[in-house]
Nanobody, 120 residues
Framework: QVQLVESGGGLVQPGGSLRLSCAAS????????MGWHRQAPGKQRELVAY???????NYPDSVKGRFTISRDNAKNTVYLQMNSLKPEDTAVYYC??????????????WGQGTQVTVSS
């Protein structure tokens, strides 16, 4: 069993910054790609950042230049630094990880989500 636990969400004013963290624990042999997604009320979940095991990153145009994803492989943790936040960034943010478990299965896991609200 693998668990992903997010932290760092909250209320921030437009133009502000937040840093999200997501720590993976459990029966982990190795972690491949890790990502952050978000879902706003009435909208579909969308990818906002992705990082490979080697550190290559990918962002949609909506957050490029404002969000930065990084990971600490020794801690099985992925981070999302969010700068210049806008009201339209308001959503529940979820992390996910593609994990090779100790049992030898390759599975995708999700965190429980953390609320980010950008409002004055």
């Amino acid at each position: 069993q693998v668990q992903l636990v997010e932290s760092g969400g909250g209320l921030v004013q437009p133009g502000g910054s937040l840093r999200l963290s997501c720590a993976a624990s459990g029966s982990i042999r190795s972690i491949y790609g890790m990502g952050w997604h978000r879902q706003a009320p009435g909208k579909q979940r969308e990818l906002v950042a992705y990082i490979t095991s080697g550190g290559s990153t990918n962002y949609p145009d909506s957050v490029k230049g404002r969000f930065t994803i990084s990971r600490d492989n020794a801690k099985n943790t992925v981070y999302l630094q969010m700068n210049s936040l806008k009201p339209e960034d308001t959503a529940v943010y979820y992390c996910n990880a593609n994990v090779m478990t100790l049992a030898g299965s390759n599975q995708n896991y999700w965190g429980q989500g953390t609320q980010v609200t950008v409002s004055s």
